[in-house]
């Protein structure tokens, strides 16, 4: 699925990135996704007004973000299999899957702003999102 980044350049200036989702539970729901370069909130997607943010069907196994502005992004992904547009919690754990960009570990909350930056240069780049879950 092809989607629009955050600001449109010219080509030979723009960045497009290509996002592998792996390790579905299953393809219920959606995947909601938020791509951010404020890295340091990259938790809270809605304050951020540049952040290239959506929803596809969870059977999307791929995700291309075309004529973005090469720099520092972050990538948040949400398996919502239930559809409700949200992650759902139960004592704050998520009980839906979750991924970010590096795919960095996941200890006691989530990974620090620096384990989920990530370069997007001029040109075509690649991310894989492993998704993962707890419940």
């Known amino acids: 699925m092809s989607l629009g980044g955050a600001t449109a350049l010219p080509s030979a200036q723009s960045a497009n990135l290509t996002v592998s989702v792996e390790g579905l539970r299953d393809h219920k729901g959606n995947l909601l996704f938020c791509l951010t ?32 502005v090469p720099g520092e992004w972050s990538l948040l992904m949400i398996h ?37 930056r990530f370069e997007v240069p001029a040109g075509v780049s690649h991310q894989q999102v492993k998704m993962r879950y707890i419940f």
């Open 37 to 68: 370069r404020r890295t340091a909130e990259f938790l809270k997607c809605d304050k951020d007004p540049d952040a290239v943010r959506g929803s596809v069907a969870a059977n999307v196994g791929t995700l291309n973000f075309e004529h973005m």
């Open 80 to 116: 919502d299999s239930n559809g409700n547009g949200k992650l759902d919690k139960r004592f704050g754990i998520p009980r839906e899957g979750f991924g970010f960009s590096r795919n960095p570990p996941i200890r006691f909350g989530p990974p620090s702003a620096e384990a989920v």
